[in-house]
């Protein structure tokens, strides 16, 4: 049986496929007027600079890469204002089976450029791409106080001392200034229970049982570099705050946030998450159900033979 090969139609006129790697980038040139050619770059600035001139001398217009880890970025960064990128997830340009080599990978890609197949992942701006990075670290740093909370509590539960049972909140004034008291090296229950306010529905015995405990000196060292730890990430979180807000200001973004906030259950912090993740023009998306299917929240289809099957 004889094989026969299988030709796309041609919807790009001249492009350029990248396979990109951490020290390596395989670029494939191809389109009208263009011999075919590959060609080997490292992953240094000036590198990516000389690839970026030899597309120019190619009259390249667009450019598909696989969104490779965070590698993709610093390319993206140099070429984004002299050609038109498509960045595609990985899982959608796997080649055929066979032998499988960094030139082949760029060839293919670039073929499927030129024929229209890819669809590129959503992109924003470069301002947009940087409140990204300063939205998602605070919300790093705020697990990771989170996770420092949870510590303290398993420290005093460590040394038997009970507090968490009979307060509601471990970050309120009350607790806080139990804790910090026995950090101290308070051992005098009635000093400690003297913190309680009227409003606590945890009566004075109840709250003095739970404070008896061993508490060590080892413990009391452990929960003053936790409490030390939490201080340092809350600086920083008002640090990102202040950085956030000059970045909204001098990028325009300021009303967008204000506008946004005035939606019913979304706050300050939230309309901030909200542009970082899907910027401010919409004319990104077609219409409201493609930004529902971005975001992941559109149940998929699954149909065959003209049936729907149903999600389990």
């Known amino acids: 049986m004889d094989s026969k090969k299988v ?42 600079e000389s690839m970026s001139g030899w597309l120019k ?3 390249i217009t667009h450019i598909a890469m696989e969104s490779t880890g965070v590698y993709w970025k610093p ?6 204002e002299d050609f038109e990128i498509i960045l595609v997830n990985a899982r959608h340009i796997k080649n055929v089976p066979g032998h499988k080599t960094d030139k082949k ?7 499927l450029l030129l024929s229209g197949l890819l669809k590129g992942s959503f992109i924003p701006k470069q301002p947009i791409r940087d409140l990204r990075d300063m939205t998602r670290y605070r919300r790093k740093v705020v697990e990771q106080i989170s996770s420092e909370k949870n510590r303290i509590q398993k420290i005093l539960e460590d040394g038997n001392i009970k507090l968490s049972s009979v307060v509601s909140n471990m970050s309120g004034a009350v607790a806080t200034r139990i804790i910090d008291d026995l950090i101290a090296g308070e051992e005098d229950i009635t000093k400690l229970v003297a913190h309680r306010h009227g409003k606590m529905q945890v009566s004075e015995t109840d709250l003095a049982k739970s404070l008896v405990g061993n508490l060590t000196v080892h413990h009391r060292q452990m929960l003053q570099l936790i409490k030390q730890s939490i201080k340092d990430k809350e600086l920083l979180i008002s640090n990102l705050d202040k950085l956030i807000d000059e970045h909204l200001k001098a990028n325009e ?5 204000d506008l946004l906030s005035t939606i019913p259950g979304v706050g300050k912090e939230g309309a901030e998450y909200i542009i970082a993740e899907i910027g401010n023009d919409m004319s990104v998306f077609e219409d409201e159900q493609h930004l529902s299917s971005w975001a992941g929240m559109s149940p998929g289809n699954n149909e065959s033979a003209g049936k729907k099957k149903a999600h389990e």
């Open 7 to 48: 030709e796309f139609e041609q919807v790009i006129e001249r492009g350029c496929g990248i396979d990109v790697h951490k020290s390596l980038l395989v670029a494939t040139v191809r389109g009208t007027g263009l011999k075919e050619e590959t060609r080997e770059y490292g992953a240094f600035t000036e590198d990516i």
């Open 57 to 59: 001398e190619c009259k």
């Open 75 to 80: 390319v993206f960064n140099i070429l984004e």
């Open 105 to 111: 990978d760029s060839r293919w890609i670039a073929k």
């Open 253 to 257: 973004l300021e009303l967008d946030r």
